[in-house]
């Protein structure tokens, strides 16, 4: 039963549809990557303070902002969208995708975010590449704490601009991704960097090759993740029941795509 199970599992996994949306999600990754990433890098060369200026932080965050929102919108109809390790565990955790499809993209998203990282490396001729870092007073866990709660406002988002029930929000949607992601940044940029993206933060660490606290990146935005995805389904808007009324059974089924 258990080899029949995954046998099912792996042949939905390498359908035609599947395939498309595993290179929609390392596309998509790769864009954002490239213009988040880039935009630190273009802040620095302008200025040199840039760890400190407030005009760099706002420079970073409106390009995060705008670059996620035009590549959600591009893969949000064959993939859903996700161009994060950490919605992408947030789906898993909550059953709208496989645990095989996750870990699919995961690996699109980890190969694009390599890729966008080492090519602004050459592209640059040989430029330093950004890494997120923590702030000197706070620890592993404070960073940790932060980069849980700013991803929790990410992918309680994307649940939401992917609600059919909340009706037809067309490029809104992924428009409101963009902001909550912006907003977070000018929050957080000081503090953490505001990454709430594993594969933003790993692509660039090992470029750089330096992997200090990479470890906050991963395990606060995939714990933060998994919250929100679980307070909307089960909190927010809980499974429907089967009803014995005249009206009949009704079926609620969410999607992100």
């Known amino acids: 039963m258990a080899s029949t199970m995954l046998g099912a599992c792996l042949r939905q996994s390498v359908t035609p549809a599947a395939l498309r949306s595993y290179l929609a999600e390392f596309i998509s990754t790769f864009l954002f990557i ?55 565990f947030g789906m898993a955790v909550c059953g709208r995708i496989s645990v095989l499809t996750a870990m699919f993209y995961w690996v699109a998203q980890l190969l694009a975010s390599t890729m966008a990282c080492l090519l602004l490396r050459v592209a640059t001729a040989g430029q330093a590449i950004p890494n997120h870092a923590i702030a000197e007073e706070m620890t592993g866990f ?23 029930r909340r009706g037809s929000f067309g490029v809104i949607g992924p428009v409101a991704i963009g902001l ?12 953490t960097g505001g990454s709430m993206n594993p594969v933003c933060s790993f692509g660039s660490a090992l470029i750089s090759g330096n ?4 470890g906050v990146y991963w395990v606060g935005p ?28 009704v079926e609620v089924v969410v999607g992100y795509n």
Do not use: W
């Not at 992997?211 to 990479?214: D, H």
């Not at 909190?235 to 029941?241: A, S, T």
């Open 142 to 164: 404070g960073g940790a704490v932060v980069e849980s709660v700013i991803t929790f406002a990410l992918v309680y988002t994307v649940y939401a601009a992917g609600d059919p």
């Open 180 to 191: 909550v992601v912006g907003a977070n940044v000018l929050a957080a940029g000081p503090f």
């Open 34 to 88: 490239f213009a988040s990433v880039g935009s630190s890098m273009s802040s620095r060369k302008l200025m040199p303070d840039a760890s400190s200026s407030p005009s760099a932080l706002v420079a970073i965050a409106v390009a995060n902002a705008f670059a996620l929102s035009s590549t959600v919108y591009i893969s949000a109809n064959i993939s859903g969208g996700h161009v994060n390790p950490a919605v992408t």
């Open 222 to 249: 995939l714990i933060g993740a998994a919250i929100a995805g679980l307070v909307y389904d089960n909190v927010m808007f809980p499974p429907q029941l089967p009803s014995d009324s005249s009206h009949g059974v």
């Open 211 to 214: 992997f200090k606290n990479q």
